[in-house]
């Protein structure tokens, strides 16, 4: 087991030097998946929800998390699921259940529900001053907040550093929601910028979609 392993691209032979990403547990430490140097890594040909988490137990409390199964985009494009100790790092699973109360969810019919269930997640993340941002987005509807500013629509890989310039300009954290989910560039793009990516599901849940997302949703209350 180990933090940083030696991955080889299945489709050109590269290899990588990958290091597994940390995630905060609810105690506030730091926990990451344990890699599997003697694994293979095996290439992403599809996405699946129920298999898009791995479960991650902390060694200071003891709790089980849901969190991202680790991955690496190779430069030849081809994404790898890099192998993990199923011993340590627990089962496959669902992830954990919505953060935002059931109750201020919207079922998302058009796509006013989905603005509006974008609004509701991020007062419940404490923004409580959500308004439509000044400068509108090349797609989708803008919104801002003080400290944050938020895209709701389709999310194309221009989409996502446009969204990433604007959040720059204003000293913010770029958040985005996405009904139809993320193109590997668009996520692999927003991982890098620290732009957290949610999926808006037909109940108007918010699921995290990337590591930035689920540190984000951590915080809510």
């Known amino acids: 087991m180990s933090g940083t392993i030696s991955v080889c691209c299945a489709a050109c032979g590269r290899r990588h030097r990958y290091t597994a990403p940390s995630y905060p547990c609810a105690c506030g430490t730091p926990v990451a998946p344990a890699l599997d140097p003697r694994g293979s890594p095996t290439v992403v040909t599809r996405r699946v929800w129920d298999e898009e988490w791995i479960g991650v137990r902390c060694t200071a409390c003891g709790t089980e998390g849901r969190w991202p199964r680790p991955e690496l985009g190779c430069p030849c494009g081809t ?5 993990v100790d199923r011993t340590a790092a627990g089962r496959t699973g669902r992830p954990p259940g919505p953060r935002v109360p059931a109750h201020r969810a919207v079922p998302i019919r058009t796509a006013r ?11 419940g993340l404490g923004h409580r001053d959500v308004r439509r941002a000044d400068q509108r987005p090349p797609s989708g509807i803008g919104l801002a907040a003080p ?14 550093e446009c969204l990433w310039l604007t959040a720059m300009a204003e000293s913010a954290r770029g958040v985005y929601f996405s009904l139809a989910g993320y193109a590997e560039d668009a996520r692999v793009r927003a991982d890098l910028l620290d732009v957290a990516l949610f999926v808006l599901d037909p ?4 699921r995290p979609a990337n590591a930035p997302a689920v540190a984000l949703d951590a915080t809510a209350g």
């Open 79 to 83: 994404v790898l699921c890099v192998p």
């Open 113 to 123: 529900d989905a603005v509006t269930a974008a609004v509701l997640y991020l007062r």
């Open 147 to 160: 400290g944050i500013v938020a895209q709701v629509g389709p999310a194309s890989l221009r989409d996502v």
């Open 203 to 206: 109940s108007g849940v918010p």
